[in-house]
């Protein structure tokens, strides 16, 4: 099973970036489906952005246009670059993917936190 590791979270004021990167323990270049995910305190987990079986790219309306996600299979990483952030963005940023009908297991994710 691969192991994901996210990085790249941190402050940062309103209105500004942050890149989020997934490392893997191993290829990812046969695991089409992978996303970011994000809980706050005291909600559930969401779905941010994600790529879907059939290679396209979905987000969540509540960052569309502001979210990107990426990746690159040489380096088994995926990437998440948040622009014109907003203190609602503030959660836990976790990666992802389904494979032969299951989720990977669960990381430490990310902190995101975004000022006002």
């Known amino acids: 099973q691969v192991q994901l590791v996210e990085s790249g979270g941190g402050l940062v004021q309103a209105g500004g970036s942050l890149r989020l990167a997934c490392a893997a323990s191993g290829s990812i270049r046969s695991i089409n489906v992978m996303g970011w995910y994000r809980q706050a305190p005291g909600k559930q987990r969401e779905y941010v952005a994600m790529?879907?079986?059939?290679?396209?790219?979905n987000y969540a309306s509540s960052v569309k246009g502001r979210f990107t996600i990426s990746r690159d299979n040489a380096k088994n990483t995926v990437y998440l670059q948040m622009n014109s952030l907003k203190p609602e963005d503030t959660a836990v940023y976790y990666c992802?993917?389904?494979?032969?009908?299951?989720?990977?297991?669960w990381g430490q994710g990310t902190q995101v936190t975004v000022s006002s």
């Open positions: 992802n993917y389904y494979l032969n009908g299951g989720f990977g297991s």
């Open positions: 790529f879907t079986s059939g290679g396209t790219i």
